[in-house]
C-alpha cells in the first residue's frame, strides 16, 4: 500500500492477557519505529529497528514488552500480561535511512488498545 | 537529553487570522525539527521540517516554520487559517548526538472559529 497500516485498529483485551499490534510499513523502508501515544500526551519512544534487528529498544517500559520484525518488512509488538496501564494508541512510522535521523517518518493510523 | 516544549495546550484564532503555534526544544548539537497534525481517530501526518539550510521551511497546506537558533525555537505559521486547520499540531525533534528517535512535544490543539 501507499502508506503504512497497522492492525487491529482496535483491540480491547483484559488484564493479564497477551496482545500482538502489527505494523506494515512503506514498501522498501528499512527502518521502522513503535511510538505509544497516551491521552492528551504527545508520542513517547518504544523501540526503533533497522532492518531486521532492534537498533534502540531502550524506550520499552518493561520486559513485558517485546517487537520483531523478522523479515525486514512487517513488525509485531507484542505485549504480555497486560496492564491496565498499557492502555494507550500505539503507533507505528517508518523511514528511509539513508541520511540517519534527519529523516522524515511516516506513522500509520494506530491500535487503540484498552485493557480491561 | 533532548526536549521539546510547546507551552501553549490550546489556540483560538479566527478563520482568515493569521495563526502560530509555539515549539522550543533542547537538543545538543544541531537538531532537526519537524512538525506534525493529527486529526480525530487518525495518524500523524507530516507537515514540514527544518535539517540545515533557510530557516523558514514551507510545507503542506499553506504552512511554514521558522528556525530560530538562538531562541531555539521553531513556531508553526500560517498566514491565512481554515476551519478545516483545527486539530491537534506536535512538534518533534531529533539530533545527531541522540537515538534515531524523534522527542515529542505534548501537543498544541489549534480551533479555528468561523
Known amino acids: 500500500g501507499a502508506g503504512v497500516s497497522q492492525t487491529p485498529s482496535n483491540k480491547v483485551t483484559e488484564k493479564g492477557k497477551y496482545v500482538e499490534l502489527r505494523c506494515d510499513p512503506i514498501?522498501?523502508?528499512?527502518?521502522l519505529y513503535w511510538y505509544r501515544q497516551s491521552l492528551g500526551q504527545g508520542p513517547e519512544f518504544l523501540i526503533y529497528?533497522?532492518?531486521?534487528?532492534?537498533?534502540?529498544d531502550s524506550g520499552l517500559p518493561n520486559d513485558r514488552f517485546f517487537a520483531v520484525r523478522p523479515e525486514g518488512s512487517v513488525s509485531t509488538l507484542k505485549i504480555q500480561r497486560t496492564e491496565r496501564g498499557d492502555s494507550a494508541v500505539y503507533l507505528c512510522?517508518?523511514?528511509?535511512?539513508?541520511?540517519?535521523?534527519?529523516?522524515?517518518?511516516?506513522f500509520g493510523p494506530g491500535t487503540r488498545l484498552l485493557v480491561l | 537529553a533532548q526536549s521539546v516544549a510547546q507551552p501553549e495546550d490550546q489556540v483560538n484564532v479566527a478563520e482568515g487570522n493569521p495563526l502560530t503555534v509555539k515549539c522550543t526544544y533542547s537538543?545538543?548539537?544541531?537538531?532537526?525539527l519537524f512538525w506534525y497534525v493529527q486529526y480525530p481517530n487518525r495518524g500523524l501526518q507530516f507537515l514540514l521540517k527544518?535539517?540545515?539550510?533557510?530557516?523558514l521551511v514551507k510545507g503542506s497546506y499553506g504552512f511554514e516554520a521558522e528556525f530560530n537558533k538562538s531562541q531555539t525555537s521553531f513556531h508553526l505559521k500560517k498566514p491565512s487559517a481554515l476551519v478545516s486547520d483545527s486539530a491537534l499540531y506536535f512538534c518533534?525533534?531529533?539530533?545527531?548526538?541522540?537515538?534515531?528517535?524523534?522527542?515529542f512535544g505534548p501537543g498544541t490543539r489549534l480551533s479555528v472559529l468561523p
Open positions: 512510522a517508518s523511514s528511509s535511512t539513508v541520511g540517519g535521523p534527519q529523516e522524515t517518518q511516516y
Open positions: 529497528f533497522q532492518g531486521t534487528g532492534a537498533a534502540d
Open positions: 537538543v545538543s548539537g544541531n537538531p532537526y
Open positions: 518533534a525533534v531529533s539530533g545527531d548526538n541522540y537515538g534515531q528517535n524523534f522527542v
Open positions: 527544518y535539517i540545515t539550510g533557510d530557516n
Open positions: 514498501s522498501g523502508h528499512t527502518a
